[in-house]
């Protein structure tokens, strides 16, 4: 659906305030379509996006700095983020062998266990299939770079 019809609006200054009020629209839409499968684990996307990173360095440990510099949303409070998911049993924190003042975090096998069930479940990319092609995705993705430029 067009964005002048989801918003009831047409009045845009020009053509980038109507791509930026589309940027900010899908965002939140796509965060939302996210949240009904987070909420099933009782997860929140930013705590997903840390499981995922910590999955990626599996088995190796990351920094609280090394899940700022690789999480999506650059503004979460990442040692939050990690203390939730300590509660939750699905990551762990230890202290650093070479520094004694970092701390190392890695997830857990209930937190392997979980991202296995959630990639049975959904994969992320499925929704935009339904509108867009391989093609479309791609070009999509490259004028996505390309304003962050």
């Known amino acids: 659906m067009r964005i002048d019809d989801e918003i009831q609006s047409s009045n845009f200054e020009d053509n980038y305030h109507k791509v930026s009020i589309n940027i ?11 949240k009904c499968h987070f909420d099933k684990y009782n997860i929140t996307q ?3 996006n840390i499981l995922r990173i910590l999955r990626g360095q ?6 609280i ?3 700022k510099e690789r999480m999506v949303d650059k ?10 998911l300590i509660q939750k049993e699905l990551v762990s924190r230890c202290t650093n062998n070479k520094d004694r003042r970092a701390v190392d ?6 937190g392997l266990q ?3 069930k959630m990639d049975d479940e959904f994969k992320p990319g499925e929704v ?3 509108n867009l092609s391989e093609e479309d995705a791609s070009t999509l993705s490259d004028l996505l770079d390309k304003l962050r430029g």
Request: glycine share 2%; proline share 4%; charged share 20%.
């Open 24 to 34: 900010a629209y899908t965002a939140g839409w796509l965060s939302n379509f996210f």
């Open 46 to 48: 930013q705590q997903f």
């Open 58 to 63: 599996y088995p190796k440990p990351a920094t």
């Open 65 to 67: 700095n090394l899940l």
């Open 75 to 84: 503004m979460s409070d990442a040692s939050r983020i990690v203390d939730r």
């Open 105 to 110: 975090i890695r997830i857990s096998e209930l």
């Open 114 to 116: 979980t991202l296995a």
């Open 128 to 130: 935009l299939k339904h």
